[in-house]
C-alpha cells in the first residue's frame, strides 16, 4: 500500500519561501513519476510540476523560474522548493504519484500553503 505524505506547509509573506517534502512509503519511487499538485480556494485542482524517474521536469507557466521540484530516490522523497511567492500560490498542495507497476495514481493528503501579509 503506497502512502504519500506531505509536510513543511505553512504561513509566508508576499516574496517568501517555502520547501514542500513528500515522504513515500510502501514503494519505491525509483523510476516513477512524481509531482505536485495544488487547490485553491473554489478553483479545481492544477498541475504544479512534475519530475520524471530520469529527473525530466514539468512546470505550469505559473511557477515557472520560482518553483524548483527535485527527487531523493534514495529517500524515497520529493520536495518542491518554492521561491518568491505570491498570495496566488495560496492552495492546498497535494503530492501526487504515478507508479508504473501496478500501474496506479496515488495523492496524498495535502499541506496547506497560504501567502498572506
Known amino acids: 500500500q503506497v502512502q504519500l505524505v506531505e509536510s513543511g506547509g505553512g504561513l509566508v509573506q508576499p516574496g517568501g519561501s517555502l520547501r514542500l517534502s513528500c515522504a513515500a512509503s510502501?514503494?519505491?519511487?525509483?523510476?516513477?513519476?512524481m509531482g505536485w499538485h495544488r487547490q485553491a480556494p473554489g478553483k479545481q485542482r492544477e498541475l504544479v510540476a512534475t519530475?520524471?524517474?530520469?529527473?525530466?521536469?514539468n512546470y505550469a507557466d505559473s511557477v515557472k523560474g520560482r518553483f524548483t521540484i527535485s527527487r531523493d530516490d534514495a529517500e524515497n522523497t520529493v520536495y518542491l522548493q518554492m521561491n518568491s511567492l505570491k498570495p496566488e500560490d495560496t492552495a492546498v498542495y497535494y503530492c501526487?504519484?504515478?507508479?508504473?507497476?501496478?500501474?496506479?495514481?496515488?495523492w496524498g493528503q495535502g499541506t496547506q500553503v497560504t501567502v498572506s501579509p
Open positions: 519530475i520524471t524517474g530520469l529527473r525530466n521536469t
Open positions: 501526487t504519484g504515478s507508479y508504473y507497476y501496478p500501474p496506479k495514481n496515488y
Open positions: 510502501g514503494s519505491t519511487i525509483s523510476l516513477n513519476t
